[in-house]
């Protein structure tokens, strides 16, 4: 069965500084997802990462996959207060109906 | 309405009563979800139906049951709920046999059990 691991579980950022979330699994996952909860609301997708050395890049957020390391990291760059959420990942195995094995959550502040 | 839907979006129900849950999506995905989202615990899949047909049954107990009607619809009814059964609970989509099977999820249905 898959397992993910994230973290850290808080993260109190300062605005302008770069931090990183990690997410490990226990076996192969043929997908990984980042997505980001905001307290009280839904899950919103952030990145879906479907291989080895996979790359995205979305404003301040960046998400890569190192699938021999079996870990993915989400980077923030220069963080703002609008970031702070909590972060989740999430793999996937392709014979799991796609199901989705969550981590448990990096919650992010960002304060001045 | 665009997306994934749910409703109501919140509920309270006493121990002994019967509600359901109801989520449609409008993305015309073939695969639906039911997670539960507690306080301090990571987010459990409960539920999985991909074409309509139930494939995952994630060890829930018989106090939740699930129902597809088509690929649009999914509904959770909820009878004899225990107060640990209060969470938020999330219904999301995606499309089966696709490159990434993203899943779309709802805004939720935030459920406290008295």
């Known amino acids: 069965e898959l397992k993910v691991e994230q973290n850290p579980l808080f993260l109190s950022m300062q605005e302008g500084k770069n931090y990183t979330i990690y997410c490990n699994y226990s076996?192969?996952?043929?997908?990984l997802y980042w997505y980001r909860q905001d307290p009280g609301k839904s899950l919103e997708s952030l990145f879906v990462l479907l291989s080895n050395g996979a790359v995205k890049q979305e404003g301040r957020l960046m998400a890569s996959l190192d699938t021999k390391a079996r870990l993915s990291t989400l980077h923030i760059t220069a963080a703002v207060h609008d970031l702070s959420a909590t972060y989740f990942c999430a793999g996937m195995t392709t014979d799991s109906w796609g199901k989705l094995q969550f981590g448990a959550g990096t919650q992010v502040v960002v304060t001045p | 309405e665009t997306g994934v839907t749910q409703t109501p979006r919140h509920l309270v129900m006493g121990m002994t009563n019967k509600k359901s849950l109801k989520c449609e999506q409008h993305l015309g995905h073939n695969a639906m979800y039911w997670y539960k989202q507690s306080a301090k615990k990571p987010l459990e899949l409960m539920f999985v139906?991909?074409?309509?047909?139930?494939?995952e049954n994630n060890s829930v107990p018989s106090r939740f049951s699930p129902e597809c009607p088509n690929s649009s619809h999914l509904f959770l009814h909820l009878h004899t709920l225990q107060p640990e059964d209060s969470a938020l609970y999330l219904c999301?989509?995606?499309?089966?046999?696709?490159?990434?099977?993203?899943?779309?999820f709802g805004p939720g249905t935030r459920l406290t059990v008295t």
């Open positions: 139906y991909s074409l309509e047909e139930r494939v």
């Open positions: 999301a989509s995606s499309q089966a046999g696709s490159t990434s099977y993203e899943q779309y």
């Open positions: 076996t192969t996952s043929d997908r």
